[in-house]
């Protein structure tokens, strides 16, 4: 055994990412499996009836965790585009591509789970509060970078334009997170807090036994889209030719 | 250098009226739509004003974004000025100031007569000038940063709107919330205050970006 530390700077390669994910990939789908089975089990028949809402709230435990992923997934979007721009790493680029999908899909599942959650709750699908406004600008902001990706036939030049353009709409996440606290709107303030809890515990960990969920399987899922990337854009390389034969 | 490229695209615009006025034309049509299909009905009109006025020149003025890099792109002289000594900021700045002047102001200037088609008061449409003052440079701020990511590529009109429009939104609803807040009577200061804040932001930071995608762009 080596007494030399892990060098993790040789994974941002392309050639030694791409074993190294396909290492992770059964993992993080295993995971995923359980801790959905594990929540979904939790959040319809150990968490109790609600005392205002009845068996409908329960869509949260998929509204939440989905719009926590919109969110997180384009922060880490900008982040891998501009360290692929700075560090000029063709991986964070290829990630930050790999990320965009997942994170416009969360998006719109959030958007579409919370109009059916306001039907009953509310009476309405869809009110333009600051909250519903903000993600769905989210959203116009994820197919945005998807379109202009699309658009540009050299790689590099897509990667640094994609870079630009999840940088300048980064001030949006904020504005989404704090929107129901700045404005008085029709969306509920924020249920957790450092200190109390306001729903029931067995509610919450459903919440966030599905949250890690959607994380792990966000993970995964990118990791295999990451690959497919790289096969694609590697294609002429040697190493791959190896790894896939 | 600033003045330079000011005054060049200025005399450009000129030279190229027609242009110019196909936008402030596209303007009026748009907003003489509205009653068209709607209806003539004056209470509805000026519950609807706003945000017709707003969205009009929104969509105007991205019709006119691609002409702020467009043609200097496609003869290389773009590439003759990110080359000099002199910072990109200062070119972008130029040019965003030269489409404002060109593009922008006239659009301002019409609003009020637009506005009389739709029954505003006078002071209704002395907030819906001072906004659009106010709204319509963030627009051609942000608008540039749009118009150099997408230089040169085959859909660009489209993409461009694609791309401006989220980050236009937040413009959008401050500059209507103004308007309807003194058709209200509520306050319309706050609204202003925070189109002043977008402005100084976009101010600050918009050339930036748009510098940086005019060198990633001019590849």
Redesign the interface.
């Known amino acids: 055994m080596s007494t030399r530390r892990i060098n993790w700077y040789k994974y941002a390669a392309p050639a030694n990412f791409y074993p190294l994910a396909g290492k992770m990939i059964p993992v993080f789908s295993v995971v995923t499996v359980l801790l959905f089975i594990i929540g979904l089990y939790v959040g319809f028949f150990v968490a109790p009836t609600d005392f205002q809402q009845g068996e409908s709230y329960r869509i949260i435990f998929i509204h939440v965790p989905a719009a926590w992923m919109g969110m997180f997934l384009y922060v880490l979007m900008a982040v891998y585009a501009g360290l692929g721009w700075a560090f000029n790493a063709r991986l964070g680029s290829m990630m930050a591509t790999a990320i965009s999908t997942t994170g416009a899909i969360f998006t719109f599942i959030s958007l579409v789970t919370g109009s059916l959650w306001g039907k009953p709750a509310w009476g309405v699908y869809w009110v333009w509060d600051a909250r519903m406004?903000s993600t769905l600008?989210l959203m116009?902001?994820y197919?945005?970078f998807i379109?202009?990706q699309a658009?540009?036939d050299?790689p590099r030049?897509a990667d640094?334009?994609g870079a630009?353009?999840a940088?300048?709409?980064l001030i949006?996440v904020p504005?989404i997170y704090f929107s129901v606290q700045w404005w008085n709107t029709l969306h509920q303030g924020a249920t957790f807090t450092a200190r109390s809890f306001k729903m029931a515990p067995s509610m919450l960990s459903a919440m966030l036994i599905l949250m890690a969920a959607c994380w792990m399987y966000s993970i995964a899922v990118v990791l295999v889209r990451v690959r497919c990337i790289i096969r694609e854009r590697e294609s002429e390389a040697p190493w791959l030719a190896e790894a896939v034969a | 250098m600033f003045g330079w490229v000011l005054w060049r695209d200025l005399i450009l615009a000129w030279r190229h009226r027609a242009d110019v006025l196909a936008t402030l034309f596209f303007f009026i049509i748009v907003t003489s739509l509205f009653p068209l299909g709607i209806g003539p009905e004056p209470q509805t009109l000026q519950t609807i004003a706003p945000g017709i006025v707003w969205v009009a020149a929104l969509l105007a003025s991205m019709l006119s974004l691609g002409r702020i890099f467009g043609n200097d792109y496609q003869d290389g002289t773009l590439e003759q000025l990110l080359l000099t000594p002199q910072p990109a900021y200062l070119v972008v700045f130029a040019k965003v100031l030269a489409h404002w002047l060109v593009s922008e102001v006239p659009l301002v200037i019409i609003a009020p007569v637009l506005g009389l088609q739709f029954g505003l008061s006078q002071n209704t449409l002395l907030i819906v000038v001072v906004s659009l003052l106010l709204g319509t440079p963030v627009l051609s701020l942000i608008g540039a940063i749009g118009a150099a990511l997408t230089l040169g590529l085959r859909a660009a009109n489209v993409l461009v709107a694609l791309l401006v429009l989220p980050l236009y939104i937040p413009v959008l609803i401050f500059g209507t919330g103004a308007i309807q807040a003194t058709v209200n009577g509520t306050g319309t200061k706050p609204w202003l205050l925070l189109l002043g804040a977008t402005l100084v932001l976009a101010f600050v930071f918009a050339p930036w970006a748009s510098s940086a995608a005019l060198k990633i762009s001019v590849e």
Do not use: P, Y
Request: without cysteine; positive net charge.
């Open positions: 406004t600008i116009f902001l197919i945005g379109s202009l658009s540009i050299d030049r640094r334009a630009v353009l940088l300048v709409g949006n504005i």
